[in-house]
């Protein structure tokens, strides 16, 4: 059964679901394709309607949709409700920006007169993973709907129940049927799905693996596709960095959503004046992170998400020391019912230990010494990934100058703060293309029309 919800605080099976039939299947993508054809031809302040209404709606049951994705996948409560009001933001901030975003957009050309224009192309599927249940969906969801397209969805086999809950939200906001569809769908249906030609774009946010799979398969064929992968994110301190400030950001920013976050903090690179005292306080404070239920507020440590993701986590560390890494934190498995491990961190890492090149998806810090801002900026670059990072300098100056030198898709200065749905997300080399969220999320699946008019004669 590919649909579960396995707790992973207690390894229980709370609900299973089985996947869709093929008569279920072409029923609704059929139902996607002819709404499609109607809801492209809707007023803005029609779709605005139903969108606004669903961001209101998540904001009014902000703890059920919470309880359930802590349920499912192990997020710490508060942090979960957290995560719905943001997601319950970005659809309110599509549904009242969209029209503008999406406006015509005049040209001066030497002759006559000409503009750009914006409309959707059709069915979008979607691909969405389990560390984020709500947010990945609403920023797909908000931009993509209130341009005019639909869109069919394929969740993460982990969080069944969540993906069902959003689906209902839009349903309880008025959407009509096929705006918005979930599919309980297999790895060959969602095959098929980028294959079959009612589907006009593909997004993912996912692995490495299934980005390079699925966006060769709409490469194919000729299908545009926005990809959020994976990242390992530089944190580099600088020698006038202010402790006091940076050292619970690094904490927030390895150990949010217990370190699976893609644009994590996953990189810690110090300059050696520095370095002892960072890595004292911070050591310091993973330490004093408590593992608990994270239905209780109190909980400062929730589980990872599954069984799998923790025994995944647990052998990368073991790789990394066998082939001369040292660890000096954690490490292991905390013993208790459920899905938790140490917080962790390691350090000599060395560039031919495929912990250099890794992600870990997880509570585990690399820490790396360096001579310079130049040498912290060498290797923050020295990555296969590019999403995001951070600089943390008392210098306002030199933060934007290791900012902008740094190959990455995001960078942050003092923080590591991307929660607005104003600020557009997205990397770069093995993190992906594309952007989600801000004006740019919505321009991903439109067409850009070029419209022009001159009068005069057709050249001899």
Not at 315 to 334: E, N, S
Request: one cysteine or more; hydrophobic letters at 40%; glycine letters at 8%.
């Amino acid at each position: 059964m590919t649909y579960q919800s396995l707790s992973p605080f207690d390894g229980k099976l709370i609900k299973g679901f089985s996947d869709i039939t093929e008569g279920e299947y072409e029923s609704k993508v059929a139902k996607a394709q002819a709404c499609y054809e109607t809801w492209r031809k809707t007023s803005y302040a029609h779709r605005a309607t139903i969108i606004a209404k669903a961001a209101e709606l998540l904001h009014q049951q902000a703890y059920a949709f919470a309880r359930t994705m802590t349920l499912e996948m192990g997020k710490r409560i508060s942090e979960a409700r957290g995560e719905v009001e943001f997601s319950s933001r970005i659809l309110a901030y599509y549904a009242k920006n969209a029209e503008r975003f999406l406006a015509p957009v005049r040209l001066d050309p030497d002759k006559g007169k000409a503009h750009m224009e914006s409309s959707p192309i059709g069915v979008i599927f979607a691909v969405e993973p389990w560390n984020f249940p709500y947010y990945q969906l609403a920023r797909v969801a908000g931009p993509h709907l209130m341009a005019g397209n639909t869109l069919v969805v394929k969740h993460a086999g982990i969080v069944p129940q969540c993906a069902l809950a959003f689906e209902q939200l839009l349903i309880d906001a008025g959407a009509p049927e096929g705006l918005y569809t979930n599919l309980f769908i297999s790895h060959e249906q969602s095959n098929h799905l980028v294959d079959d030609p009612r589907i006009k774009g593909v997004c993912l946010t996912g692995s490495v693996a299934a980005g390079r799979s699925i966006a060769a398969r709409a490469g194919n064929a000729l299908k545009p596709s926005s990809m959020e992968l994976g990242g390992s994110d530089a944190f580099i301190v600088l020698e006038d960095a202010d402790l006091d400030l940076t050292i619970p950001w690094a904490v927030w920013g390895r150990m949010y959503n217990t370190g699976q976050t893609c644009c994590a903090a996953k990189r810690f690179i110090v300059v050696e004046a520095v370095a002892d005292e960072f890595i004292k306080r911070f050591t310091t404070a993973l330490s004093a992170l408590e593992a608990g239920d994270p239905l209780d507020e109190a909980t400062t440590l929730g589980p990872l998400s599954s069984e799998a993701a923790l025994v995944q986590l647990l052998g990368q560390v073991k790789d990394a020391v066998a082939k001369g890494a040292t660890l000096l934190l954690g490490g292991k498995r905390i013993d208790r019912p459920g899905s938790y491990m140490e917080p962790s961190i390691l350090t000599d890492i060395t560039p031919d230990n495929p912990a250099f090149r890794d992600e870990f998806f997880g509570p585990v810090a690399m820490f790396f010494r360096v001579r310079d801002e130049a040498a912290a900026i060498a290797l923050a670059n020295d990555s296969d990934f590019g999403l995001g990072g951070s600089v943390w300098t008392k210098d306002h100056d030199r933060g934007h100058r290791v900012a902008s030198a740094v190959e990455t898709g995001m960078m942050f200065i003092n923080n590591i703060d991307w929660s607005d749905p104003e600020l557009p997300f997205g990397g770069i080399k093995d993190s992906g293309y594309g952007r989600e969220l801000g004006d740019m999320g919505i321009q991903q699946f439109v067409n850009k029309k070029l419209v022009r008019s001159v009068h005069e004669k057709a050249p001899a």
